[in-house]
């Protein structure tokens, strides 16, 4: 340790003040508090109550993350294993996901790290740790046949305009993972939905579970539709399906739930909201079912749960301490909201097979609204009990 | 000179009116014959594309190419529910209010008639797709459709104006003759020749990428309009 | 009047309207147009040429007879003169180039209501002799065709590969795998475009938030 110190220190001077690499600063600070504990407290949000800074708890979602990203390298293999109809073995799936998936997150990371860069150098501030979660994020929300260029351009726009325009990490209204993957899905539907996205194997279709549920016929079980597509309750929950790269196993995330809630990192009230949001927008539905309403209605509501991007999005997403409510009873409102719109737009509209995505970032738009009713409603009440 | 009092007032936006009238009438009226012509234009084109005459079409033909061919080669009439050809009326004529009444228009080359042409109008995902489907001269064999107005999502929906599209429908037959029965076009979800057998290869095209519902707005559009037309066309297959 | 055509106080005027104020990175008015109608280069210019032509025209009709109209209906009149002048552009467009007119739709009339021309004809050509006000309708027509032409041109590259209705971006490059981008052509394109558009315009001339 204390090696790594004394080195880091003497490159160090090579970028302070008047010294020929200055500009580069960020770039030292960046490495030099990552490994090392930083030598200052943090000026702005989000702050944290103890003794972890910013840098520390984005390390945390990282390693949150770790589950979902291996599980997802796996799944994609094991996926074109199951297209090609090759016998299955363990590192063979891992190998030919690596192979889709390593590529994408690399990308990923080069090309938003280099904005990253840019601004800090420019702005001279320091490099946002966040981005390390944002990188990392926004390449599990892909699908493995994305094409590399379009994570570049994806993720450009997802640093630039979900993050660097309102003044970098703390200031973003939406979680910049997201404003990526939403401009993709704007800008290229053909490759990020459908049915032909989800396996790596060229002209290899098959449609995801909320598609097919969506397409059953009116009159028919939307449990059977989906049975006949090769899905029931146990596959999508430990998430053998095709899908996005982190989003398909529901267990994986629950794993780096439990770790994000071991380390305070993540608010439980947000998860808590979002699963009782869903469970009752979705039960509305369940009570509402009949043969002349669409077969989706009839889907049981904790089915919901473990299909698409709702667990990924819920725990990760919507939990993202900047863009998400900031009080607690802000933090109920908007969880539950998300829930229940995710729901919603899966299901009543036609256009959109999945609805966290869209769901999370509306209620980005709407957090800090939200935290300021529930502010104005607090200090009224302060001030009638005082009177 | 008081410009305040409600005289002059008066006054004032009196001949601010007379004069604004008087030179947007000679506008519109001046302008009226061009601007029919255009959208008559407009309405002819399209029947001419649907009947897959590629040349005269072209977006930089001379208006008065596109006139001479389309009245040269295109017979308008009107038929009714019944499937009879109304004497003396033109689809020009119709109004909202005739509502079993429909436009048909013939394409004929040297005085036989090579391919029937009509409206086909639907709800796609967003909107309302226009369009106009051509039916080769056996009245079963389709010859070409085109969909000249619709706000449906660029580059999903959106690819039913594009030519890989609507080539799909050409030769596909509306009418089985083996097991007599109409067959509207059905737009499949996916691959047609992945989805469908063989058979039924004949009434069944490519879907569009995550463009699901656009494609059922277009299957139940051909149902839809295929069954009204099929009142005359039944009448001309030799069966 | 002893005013060169184009003295330096109307040479301000010019580089008023065009730049320091443009009206659409500026005042931030007409953003609904530009959105609207810049999917292809060809419906900008025709809308950029009708705007213009309408400011420019409108403020030397109002500024001539401005001193003859009664205030209290001053906005009645203007609204007049400038509805006039923007149904005769309709009603040219939809006779030679219906096409474009088609595409344009509901915002050539819209004219009427873009708060550009009325902003103009209060703000300027109700206390300017003429000559003043037609530079500066020209010069805000401009500084709105300038904003709406470089959003076209953007759009109909990316958004269809197409520049005026010719293929730019070789099949080549399709080939190896190039997608057109999918929200040029949807409204939110336009805003993203418009956003950076001010953004480069307002750090170029020292803007600062009052």
Not at chain 1, 173 to 180: E, I, K, Q, S
Not at chain 2, 174 to 203: C, F, M, N, Q, R
Not at chain 3, 57 to 65: A, D, K, P, T, Y
Request: hydrophobic content about 50%; proline content about 4%; overall charge positive.
């Amino acid at each position: 340790m204390k090696f790594i110190e004394e080195q880091l220190k003497k490159v160090g001077q090579l970028f302070e003040k008047g010294k020929p690499l200055e500009k580069l600063y960020p770039l030292y600070e960046a490495l030099d508090t990552f490994l090392l504990t930083p030598g200052k407290t943090a000026p702005k949000a989000p702050f944290v109550r103890d003794a972890a800074d910013l840098k520390r708890v984005m390390s945390f979602v990282v390693l949150a993350l770790v589950p979902a990203t291996l599980f997802g390298i796996y799944n994609t293999g094991y996926q074109i294993e199951l297209a090609k109809g090759l016998a299955h073995s363990f590192w063979g799936a891992m190998a030919a996901g690596a192979w889709k998936v390593i590529p994408i997150i690399v990308v990923s990371y080069a090309a938003g790290g280099l904005w990253e860069v840019l601004f800090a150098v420019t702005r001279k501030h320091e490099i946002n740790e966040g981005f390390l979660v944002t990188g990392i994020l926004f390449a599990l929300t892909l699908p493995p046949t994305i094409p590399l260029w379009q994570v570049a351009v994806g993720i450009s726009f997802g640093v630039v305009f979900g993050k660097e325009i309102f003044g970098g990490t703390g200031m973003n209204v939406f979680n910049p993972a997201l404003v990526a993957r939403a401009f993709l899905f704007f800008a290229y539907p053909a490759q990020i939905s459908g049915s032909t996205a989800w396996v790596a194997v060229d002209g290899y279709t098959r449609a995801t579970p909320l598609a097919v549920a969506a397409a059953a016929p009116k009159g028919t079980s939307v449990v059977q539709a989906l049975a006949d597509a090769g899905y029931n309750f146990n596959n999508m929950f430990y998430g053998f399906i095709p899908g996005s790269i982190g989003e398909t196993s529901a267990l994986a995330c629950l794993v780096g739930l439990a770790f994000l809630l071991v380390t305070r990192v993540a608010s439980w009230r947000v998860v808590v909201s979002c699963v009782l949001g869903l469970l009752a927008m979705s039960g509305i539905f369940y009570f509402l079912k009949g043969t002349d309403r669409l077969a989706f209605f009839a889907l049981p509501p904790y089915w919901h749960l473990v299909m698409g991007g709702f667990a990924f999005g819920a725990v990760f997403m919507a939990t993202d301490p900047v863009s998400a409510a900031a009080t607690n009873t802000g933090r109920w409102i908007y969880g539950f909201l998300i829930g229940v719109l995710t729901v919603l737009i899966r299901v009543v509209n036609p256009a959109y097979p999945e609805g966290t995505m869209l769901a999370i970032l509306f209620m980005n738009a709407f957090a800090p609204l939200i935290d300021y009713f529930v502010v104005e409603n607090h200090i009224k009440r302060r001030v009638r009990v005082k009177s | 000179m008081n410009t305040n009092s409600t005289r002059y007032t008066f006054v004032f936006a009196i001949i601010v009116c007379v004069v604004s009238g008087v030179l947007l009438s000679v506008f519109s009226e001046g302008l009226r014959p061009q601007k029919e012509l255009n959208e008559e234009l407009d309405v002819k084109r399209n029947i001419l594309k649907a009947v897959v005459l590629k040349e005269p079409v072209a977006p930089k033909t001379k208006a008065a190419d596109v006139l001479k061919v389309y009245d040269s080669k295109i017979e308008e009439v009107v038929i009714d529910d019944k499937g009879n050809v109304v004497e003396g009326k033109k689809p020009k004529q119709l109004t909202g209010k005739d509502t079993n009444l429909f436009p048909l228009y013939l394409y004929k080359e040297g005085g036989q008639v090579v391919a029937y042409a009509f409206p086909v109008v639907g709800q796609g995902l967003w909107s309302t797709l226009y369009g106009y489907l051509a039916v080769e001269a056996d009245a079963t064999t389709i010859r070409g459709i085109t969909f000249y107005k619709h706000g449906e999502t660029p580059g999903l929906g959106g690819e039913i104006e594009k030519e890989w599209f609507q080539n799909n429908f050409k030769g596909k037959t509306i009418y089985s003759l083996k097991d007599h029965k109409l067959t509207p076009t059905i737009v499949v979800k996916g691959k047609a020749a992945d989805v469908v057998s063989k058979d039924e290869l004949s009434y069944h095209v490519d879907g569009i990428t995550a463009a699901t519902l656009t494609g059922k707005g277009v299957t139940d559009l051909m149902d839809r309009w295929v069954r009204v037309y099929d009142a005359y066309l039944s009448k001309l297959r030799k069966i | 009047m002893g005013e060169a055509l184009l003295s330096s106080k109307n040479q301000k005027i010019l580089k008023d309207g065009f730049w320091d104020t443009n009206p659409i990175t500026f005042q931030i008015l007409g953003i609904c147009s530009a959105l609207a109608v810049t999917t292809q280069l060809k419906t900008a210019l025709v809308m950029s040429l009708g705007l213009t032509f309408v400011t420019a025209g409108s403020n030397v009709v109002i500024s001539l007879i401005r001193n003859f109209i009664p205030s209290q209906i001053r906005i009645i009149v203007q609204l007049t003169v400038v509805s006039a002048l923007v149904i005769s552009i309709d009603q040219i467009l939809r006779a030679y180039m219906f096409d474009v007119s088609k595409q344009l739709s509901v915002f050539v009339g819209l004219i009427i209501t873009n708060c550009i021309v009325m902003g103009r004809l209060e703000a300027f050509a109700m206390g300017n002799p003429p000559w003043k006000s037609f530079l500066d309708g020209l010069a805000n027509g401009a500084g709105y065709s300038a904003v709406l032409i470089i959003i076209g041109i953007i759009r109909e590259i990316f958004g269809s590969g197409t520049l005026l209705g010719y293929h730019v971006i070789p099949a080549s490059v399709y080939a190896q795998g190039y997608v057109n981008n999918g929200m040029m052509v949807l409204a939110p394109g336009a805003f993203f475009l418009l956003g950076i558009i001010v953004w480069i315009q307002r750090s170029i001339s020292g803007y600062k938030e009052s």
